[in-house]
């Protein structure tokens, strides 16, 4: 399996990881279609997020809104 990459935590790099892989499946099983508060794009995230991985690393690097 290659580079993975999910609107909840971004890439996912280490792919060949059984942990990994399986993990990355729950997460997106558990994620649901959502308009993210930020950007306004809908994007699948788990329940209990209401922001995508973009706009909040976006802020991480200081981008204000």
Not at 38 to 60: D, T
Request: proline share 2%; glycine share 4%; hydrophobic share 25%.
């Amino acid at each position: 399996m290659s580079g993975l990459y999910d609107d909840n935590f971004g890439s996912w790099h280490d792919c060949e990881d059984e942990d990994t892989i399986e993990f990355y499946r729950q997460v997106q099983n558990e994620s649901v279609w959502k308009i993210c508060a930020i950007c306004n794009n809908k994007v699948k995230l788990r329940p209990q997020y209401n922001k995508c991985n973009s706009c909040m690393e976006r802020m991480e690097r200081g981008c204000e809104y």
